[in-house]
């Protein structure tokens, strides 16, 4: 009888191989399957592309068809698009079809907060770990860290290799998928200026603030109907970009140059009262942006790339699309990054952008029907097959790739680069990256559309000395969370109404002292002190 056994396994192992060779041995793709002939010859040149591509066929994750609702905020730079290619992708190599939901983003904190307090969110949903924290204890959220071992190793491999994410544990468990970056062009939000306009006026580049006042002011006297310095989206976003790198900070913020590198609610300080003094020289000066605390990102853009303004402080990769708009009128205008500048105290001092979105993640609903699958397609979006399809859209189709290098489809570069912001043009149609549902990021996709100026500044960056990461910031106690709610209303309240009229001259310079006990009263200190408690327990 065993010896019966071994032969029909023998037949059956023989069977299997015949099987297994047999379509290597010619083409059964159908003509209208096959890649273009100039896709088709790079894909054929490289050994490695041609086996992630055979090897592609091979990553179900479910034995049986299944849906899976995952809802996500929608950005107005790259609304959700259900049908792209992307999605049927997913199903084709997982098994798994998904579900997108956007939301607008205006709107999308409000529905998410009213479907967690009523215990009626979709499998998946994209929020902040605030409220992470928030609900884990309602028992809503799948805890994520309870299926590593045995559904998904990717996740667990990457996990252990960023220390910083065991302080997103909440008794011990973790709740969300991160988003984090595979790959991460660093920058920050930096001094940007129309290099043409130095030129042609014989400007040196300012080193230090002081400096960039004077610059900024022989430039209004050359475009007296110019205001040189625009901002976006109000008065705290303006503080945001320039108190840090001035020498103080807006709201609560770490400061590693004060001793025992602590937080400090910098809107009461003396340093942030100079800084008002700065901004309200700019603004009676009307180098400013008289509309600097009420235009909207759209209206910053228009200014800034048809030669209203000269000048901003925020994300330097606008202005790849600002110089876009500016060269077809003259190929010689373009914004470019300044070095990072002294401020007073003579420090350069200035933030990069988060090494990963710590503060963001996808979470899974605990009455999800299969969790399991859940897991682990989440897991293999986190698998170089998934993170290069979510990144860069269907190998030997939108892209090919060869010892580490991905390559774009150029009919797709081309076709994007039709559009006003041509990244986000492509990434919306393939259904990629950071705005639609990749947990797992990879931003050489961006790379196509640099030109290698622009590639030059993530090196100028890179080797800026007043370069700095971002500390994570801590993690809080319910208490201190709903103590922090508290506090921070009755200080923004007093401080919110007030620091305009600094700014634009409404109000004398000399009264800051009094405005700012006055927060002080109302609880600037006690939030100082929170943070400071918080960042205590995880060190």
């Known amino acids: 009888m065993l010896k019966k056994i071994c032969s029909l396994l023998s037949l059956f192992m023989c069977i299997v191989m015949i099987i297994t060779i047999l379509p290597a041995c010619g083409n059964d793709t159908p003509a209208a399957e096959q890649p273009p002939v100039d896709e088709q010859n790079e894909t054929n040149g490289s050994a490695e592309q041609q086996q992630d591509i055979e090897d592609s066929d091979t990553t179900k994750l479910v034995d049986e068809e299944l849906t899976i609702t995952i809802m996500k905020g929608e950005h107005p730079s790259q609304p959700i698009n259900p049908d792209a290619p992307i999605y049927n ?28 307090a009523t215990d009626s969110m979709p ?147 003396q340093d942030f009262k100079e800084i008002l003094g700065y901004l309200n020289k700019l603004f009676e000066e009307q180098i400013l942006d008289p509309d600097y605390a009420v235009a909207t990102a759209q209206q910053w853009q228009e ?35 300044m070095p990072i500048m002294k401020n007073s105290k003579g420090a350069k001092r200035n933030l990069f952008y988060d090494s990963h979105w710590y503060q963001e993640g996808y979470v899974i609903s605990s009455k999800t029907k299969n969790p399991e699958a859940v897991i682990r397609l989440y897991d293999w ?35 994007s680069m039709q559009q006003s912001d041509p990244y986000r ?25 640099m030109a290698d100026e622009v590639k030059a500044w993530y090196d100028q960056w890179a080797q800026d000395e007043g370069m700095f990461e971002r500390t994570v910031a801590p993690i809080f106690t319910e208490e201190e969370i709903e103590k922090l709610k508290e506090l921070t209303t009755k200080v923004d309240t007093i401080l919110t109404n007030e620091i305009d009229k600094f700014i634009m001259g409404e109000r004398p310079l000399d009264e800051f002292d009094q405005i700012a006990e006055k927060a002080i009263e109302a609880g600037a200190l006690e939030i100082e002190r929170i943070y400071n408690d918080a960042l205590a327990r995880m060190q």
């Open 303 to 337: 200014k800034l790339s048809t030669g209203r303004a000269f000048f901003y402080y925020d994300n330097p990769s606008f202005a790849i699309n600002f110089n876009k708009a500016l060269q077809e009128e003259n190929p010689d205008y373009r914004f470019g990054p």
């Open 89 to 116: 992708e997913i199903y084709k190599k997982t098994g798994i079809k998904v579900d997108i939901q956007g939301v607008p983003g205006s709107d999308y904190e409000q529905k998410a907060r009213t479907l967690l």
């Open 381 to 415: 979006f986190y698998s170089e097959e998934g993170a290069d399809l979510l990144n860069f859209g269907i190998l030997g189709t939108h892209y090919t790739k060869e010892n580490g290098e991905y390559k774009v489809s150029q009919d797709l570069i081309d076709k």
């Open 123 to 269: 499998d998946v949903m994209q929020i902040y770990f605030n409220e992470i924290r928030e609900f884990a204890n309602t028992g809503i959220f799948l805890p994520i860290s309870d299926y590593l071992d045995e559904y998904a190793p990717n996740f667990k491999r990457i996990k252990e290799e960023i220390p910083q994410l065991k302080s997103f544990e909440i008794d011990g468990k973790l709740y969300y998928f991160p988003q984090l970056a595979r790959h991460m062009n660093k920058m920050g939000q930096v001094p940007m200026i129309r290099l043409d306009i130095l030129e042609e006026l014989n400007l040196d580049m300012p080193e230090d603030f002081d400096q960039l006042y004077e610059t900024l002011k022989k430039i209004k006297e050359a475009y007296p109907d110019v205001y040189p310095f625009t901002n976006r989206n109000g008065t705290n976003n303006l503080l945001t970009c320039v108190a840090y790198p001035m020498g103080s900070g807006a709201g609560i913020y770490f400061d590693k140059d004060i001793d025992g590198r602590r937080y400090v609610y910098g809107s009461v300080t």
């Open 425 to 449: 043009a492509y990434m919306g149609e393939l259904g990629a990256g950071l705005l639609a549902i990749a947990p797992y990021i990879d931003e050489r996709n961006q790379w196509p559309f």
